[in-house]
């Protein structure tokens, strides 16, 4: 074959490769451009869209930009909600200045507490133990004297009638070894065991006085517990009745905000089912960009042209018309597929001659 032939039939698959080439690139093109479409339309199908809500207690706003974006929201409570919102504004001002009022009223119930609960920290300073022995020391100096003048009299009458060395009542020996008792003079016997016994007496006396006074020292301690707590009750509580106009105000805010949350709700509501909609249409265009690409890829001026550069007989005759060097079958195919990889596009499916 002439090299002349093999020449128009390398520069036939060159331009056939090439024009094949710009195919795929659009082919491509046009499918990302079918993509990029379709998730713009199921974007705007998901977009949040909130509706407007009026109701008797106010209505809701929402601004847009100029590309149908939600850029603010809020709402306008009604003139109803208004005054009512305007009054109670006034009575929280009232019950505010009466709960800070309310500290000065209550202090005299501060003040006997505190003085309650110091009183009793001064009766429990003492334990139960140390009160009893203070009781019987006090009681011993007052009956001292007494006591001194009645051992006194018995001893002047014991005297006065020669009875003063008289001793009786001795016990022998204890069955178990012990010394018995010792004779002892009557009247002093009985003088001194009235003593014991008013002695005993007053020692449980004085035990009861400890408990009492310790018993005493804790009831005061609780009794100024209490009257602090009735402090502290009386400050809290009178705050209750300005919480309760706050809370009145926060109800009258939350209907008027009512159509605010019902608008956002039947927005997302929307967006949720504009989403679903959103992917079948997402995947049908993406599908649709997909199944068009390889009848978007397809040149027949290319095909036709890559056909006749790789014709035999066609450049055969080519050589047969034109004289020059001859190449052989396989050096012109080489020759042409040296054309398409300089095109930038070879045909995978062409084995040569």
């Known amino acids: 074959m002439p090299i002349f032939a093999a020449v128009i039939g390398g520069g036939l698959g060159l331009l056939g490769s090439s024009m094949q080439a710009g195919a795929v690139t659009d082919a491509a093109s046009t499918s990302a451009d079918a993509q990029l479409a379709a998730a713009r339309l199921a974007a705007e199908e998901a977009r949040f ?14 601004g847009f930009d100029e590309n149908g974006r939600l850029i603010s929201a809020g709402y306008t409570t009604s003139p109803m909600i208004q005054e009512y919102q305007r009054r109670l504004e006034a009575l929280t001002g009232q019950r505010l200045s009466e709960a800070e009022a309310a500290s000065k009223l209550y202090e005299p119930l501060r003040f006997a507490g505190t003085s309650m609960m110091d009183l009793g920290e001064s009766y429990l300073r003492e334990s139960p133990k140390e009160v009893a022995e203070k009781y019987m020391a006090g009681q011993m100096d007052l009956l001292a004297p007494t006591r001194e ?11 006065n009638t020669g009875r003063t060395g008289l001793a009786i ?8 070894g012990g010394a018995g008792l010792a004779a002892a003079n009557p009247e002093m016997e ?20 400890g408990q009492e006074q310790y018993a005493f020292g804790t009831s005061l301690f609780n009794t100024g517990a209490g009257l602090l707590g009735q ?10 009745p300005f919480m309760t106009t706050v809370g009145g105000m926060s109800t009258l805010e939350s209907l008027g ?8 709700q039947l927005g997302g509501r929307s967006a949720t089912a504009g989403a679903n909609v959103g992917q079948f249409l997402y995947g049908g265009g993406v599908g649709a960009a997909r199944t068009m690409v390889p009848a978007n890829m397809l040149n027949p001026t290319a095909s036709f042209l890559q056909g006749l550069g790789s014709n035999d007989r066609l450049m055969s005759g080519l050589g047969n018309l034109f004289s020059g060097y001859n190449l052989r079958p396989q050096d012109r195919y080489n020759l042409g597929q040296w054309s398409a990889s300089q ?9 040569g001659p």
């Open 343 to 351: 095109s930038g596009y070879l045909d995978p499916n062409y084995m």
């Open 231 to 240: 402090y502290e009750s009386g400050v809290t509580g009178a705050l209750s």
């Open 49 to 62: 869209r909130p509706v407007g809500i009026t109701t008797r207690f106010g209505g809701s706003n929402f």
């Open 169 to 176: 009542g001795a016990t022998g020996e204890r069955p178990g």
């Open 190 to 209: 009985a003088y001194y065991n009235a003593l014991a016994q008013q002695d005993a007496e007053l020692a449980t006396e004085a035990q009861r006085r």
């Open 257 to 264: 905000q009512q159509p605010l949350d019902i608008g956002a």
């Open 149 to 159: 003048r009645q051992l006194a009299g018995v001893r002047t009458n014991l005297f």
